[in-house]
């Protein structure tokens, strides 16, 4: 009880210390444009208070913190921002251009563009280019308690920022992307207890740039994929041109849309771009990585996670189902961890028809360095495996469950230098459906150790 009327207290006299902008000439009755009059006003004051109403916006609010000093924009989540014309409804600018590490951080930027804060209100797109808000050259942003629908991206973060907070929010029924960190040069950003939904675009997506330390926790991710869009995922992680790594993904409910061609709810693309390393190493391209999926929650896309030429990323402890096409499929990794994972098919959830019913499955191909271990396979329909490796070397496949599945239940295609043992591999299904292929099938490969596994129909070498 203490700490609410403390927080209550401390609300007002927040609030006391705010330019309440319709003392200001912002008009905010939902006719009268506002930009000029709100413009002036953030920069004369900088902390402003936004009442109840419809603030309508023709033009870019422009927020350059050399110019206005620290800034605190806030409302109690009854103010909308009409945004009638191209552009974000707010751009805020920073000059930061260290790192995070104090001793990179200049006096001025530190006395005059810290911890920029928009909380507590709605924008609300009215052009087909408008966006919600966009974060260049920053220093602690934190963006709280913020709505953003019917604009192309919800929150764009562009050429370098450090330390972004994004919290509470809800990203809704965009046409572009939820969050877009666009060729961005950005370390530490905590994207937490937000929805991110329905925007065409993709949820979270990262593309190129310096991305580290970006931690998605507790959201809720869905249906960023549409039937008519380019394809998409809820969070997508593309290193193509620069590098992405320092990630972890937990807590998370991702989910939707299953008839969106190539939708992922995890799309991680790790080929980033080092000029020196095909000197080095003999490629072309590095493997990004450094990722950390877990404890999420799956389901309803063509693929639930999608990796690609990257390294060390850690997928342990998450719910999949309805995996359209697959529910992992991991193509030219190494240091692969896919560990304690639930891959199931609830008789709850076959809610789509047999005609659209999705397959499931586990598909590695060309991999090295990496395992697959202690996870429950099971219903596994039209594949000609449950779990099928083709290609890679040094695989640890240990201590699984692979049940009641079509096709093989586990297949080794030309894999070297691995460890296959003390899997459970079983089809308990009614005779008339129960698979007749081998539980575990070996095609091709030289110099494996295959143990002791229980197999309910068998081994076959070819």
């Known amino acids: 009880m203490l700490r609410v009327l403390l927080l209550i207290a401390f609300s007002a006299v927040l609030a006391a210390a705010q330019t309440n902008v319709q003392t200001v000439g912002v008009k905010g009755d939902g006719q009268t444009d506002d930009t000029v009059a709100l413009q002036k006003a953030v920069d004369e004051y900088g902390s402003l208070l936004f009442p109840k109403g419809t603030y309508k916006l023709t033009q870019t609010i422009t927020v350059d913190l050399s110019k206005t000093g620290l800034v605190g924009l806030s409302g109690d989540g009854t103010a909308r921002f009409l945004m009638t014309g191209a552009g974000p409804a707010f751009r805020l600018i920073g000059h930061h251009e260290g790192s995070a590490a104090p001793t990179q951080m200049k006096p001025e930027i530190w006395e005059q563009e810290r911890t920029p804060m928009l909380s507590g209100f709605e924008i609300y797109g009215a052009h087909p280019e408008a966006d919600g808000v966009e974060v260049g050259g920053a220093m602690q942003v934190t963006l709280h308690r913020l709505v953003v629908s019917k604009c192309r991206h919800a929150i764009h973060l562009t050429t370098r920022n450090r330390n972004v907070m994004i919290s509470d929010c809800h990203l809704y029924d965009n046409t572009g992307i ?4 666009d060729n ?3 370390h530490q950003i905590n994207i937490v207890g937000s929805h991110i939904s329905y925007n065409r675009g993709g949820g979270v997506v990262s593309r190129g740039g310096n991305v580290r330390n970006l ?6 991710i869905e249906s960023n994929h549409y039937a008519d869009s380019p394809p998409s995922a809820n969070v997508e992680l593309d290193s193509t041109g620069g590098s992405i790594g320092e990630v972890a993904i937990t807590g998370c409910t991702l989910q939707h849309t299953s008839k969106a061609a190539g939708s992922a709810n995890i799309r991680i693309l790790g080929a980033g771009t080092d000029a020196s390393l095909e000197r080095r190493v003999g490629r072309a391209h590095t493997r990004e990585g450094n990722v950390t999926i877990s404890a999420n929650v799956f389901s309803d896309v063509k693929v639930n ?15 999949f189902w309805e995996g359209f096409e697959h529910d992992l499929l991991a193509e030219n990794c190494e240091h692969l961890i896919v560990s304690s994972n639930n891959f199931d098919r609830n008789p709850r959830y076959l809610v789509n028809g047999f005609k659209e019913a999705e397959n499931n499955g586990i598909v590695f191909k060309t991999c090295t360095d990496s395992s697959f271990s202690g996870n429950i396979v099971a219903g596994v329909m039209r594949k000609r495996a449950a779990v099928e490796i083709v290609g890679g070397r040094r695989l640890m496949i240990t201590g699984n469950s692979i049940l009641d599945s079509d096709g093989a239940g586990l297949l080794l295609e030309q894999v070297e230098q691995s460890l296959i043992s003390d899997n459970l591999i079983r089809d308990d299904r009614v005779e008339d459906v129960r698979s007749k292929e081998p539980s575990l099938l070996i095609l091709g490969g030289n110099d494996n150790q295959v143990g002791a596994n229980l197999l309910g129909n068998g081994k076959q070498v070819r």
Request: glycine share 14%; with cysteine; hydrophobic share 45%.
């Open 178 to 181: 939820g969050v877009f960190l």
């Open 184 to 186: 961005v040069n950005l």
């Open 215 to 220: 931690h998605i926790g507790t959201c809720d």
């Open 305 to 319: 996670i999608e990796v690609k030429d990257a390294r060390g990323v850690v997928i342990t402890g998450n719910t």
